[in-house]
Each structure stands twice: as structure tokens, then as C-alpha cells.
């Protein structure tokens, strides 16, 4: 058995033509899409904290009674809402964005997202199925997309 595999220069041309077009669309809209999709997952990560849930929609564990009455309140991740605060875009560009704590804050995030010896996780970050994050997540990069092109066809 043999398989043989050939390729039409013309048909090489236009793919890589279609790539570059790509490349050029992502030149143009790249940063806005991945800055709005950053914007909707630090909206995202606060409203995890605003139900006291995790991105799957599950409670937060309760805190402690000793930790209520140490802390006079029963807000969960909550003290002087510094990590809350601080959730914002930290790293973007083109083809990428990175949502989390401030640095002064990423310990502190770090032991509630994963969890410690002594203290039950709490995720914040995270993609939500009950709010359907994916789905408005590819619906901003297609609209962005879609601008894109629109843009790069017209040049």
C-alpha cells in the first residue's frame, strides 16, 4: 500500500495567501478581542465572588465559626476585599490574555483557588457553564473576528 501526496503550487499560493490575510486580521483586532475577552473574565471571576461560588456555580465552603466571629462576618473571601480588588488582566496581546490577582495579592489567590493544608479551595478563576462563559467568550472573538476581516478586505 502506498500513499502519495502532491500539491497544486497555485493552491499552496492561496493558502498561505488565506494564512497571511489571518495573520493581518489578528494585527488588526488581535489585542481588542483578547483585552474585551480579559475584561469579561475579571467580570466573571468578580461575580464568583459577589455569589460565593465556584465557576461551576457550586457554594464555597462555609467558613469556620471561630473564623466568623475572628473576622466579625461571614463573607466568604472577604476580609478587606484587597483579593477581590485585584482581579484584573495581567499579561495581553494578540493571540493571548492572562486574567488573575495582582501580584501583591497572588499568594493569597493561589491558596484560595487550589486550596491548602488548612485551607479548603475556593475557586474564583475559571471558565462558568451556568453563565455559558465559553459561549459569549466566542461570540466576542467572532464579532471581533468578523470586524477584522471586514477591515483587512477593504485594505
Known amino acids: 500500500m502506498r500513499l502519495k501526496v502532491g500539491f497544486n503550487q497555485a493552491d499552496l499560493s492561496r493558502a498561505l495567501r488565506k494564512l497571511e490575510d489571518?495573520?493581518?486580521v489578528l494585527d488588526v483586532v488581535g489585542r481588542p478581542m483578547m483585552g474585551e475577552c480579559g475584561q469579561y473574565m475579571v467580570m466573571s471571576a468578580k461575580r464568583n465572588f459577589a455569589e460565593e461560588r465556584d465557576p461551576a456555580g457550586k457554594p464555597w465552603k462555609p467558613l469556620k465559626p471561630a473564623t466568623i466571629k475572628r473576622k466579625g462576618s461571614s463573607r466568604i473571601l472577604f476580609d478587606t476585599g484587597a483579593l477581590n480588588r485585584s482581579i484584573q488582566v495581567l499579561a495581553l496581546d494578540?493571540?493571548?490574555?492572562a486574567v488573575g490577582p495582582a501580584y501583591t495579592e497572588q499568594k493569597k489567590g493561589k491558596w484560595h483557588?487550589?486550596?491548602?493544608e488548612h485551607i479548603p479551595a475556593r475557586p474564583f478563576?475559571?471558565?462558568?457553564?451556568p453563565r455559558n462563559d465559553v459561549e459569549?467568550?466566542?461570540q466576542i472573538v467572532i464579532k471581533h473576528l468578523r470586524r477584522g476581516v471586514?477591515?483587512?478586505c477593504r485594505a
Open 136 to 138: 459569549r467568550l466566542k
Open 125 to 129: 478563576l475559571g471558565f462558568s457553564e
Open 22 to 24: 489571518l495573520s493581518r
Open 150 to 152: 471586514r477591515r483587512v
Open 94 to 97: 494578540r493571540d493571548r490574555v
Open 113 to 116: 483557588q487550589f486550596g491548602t
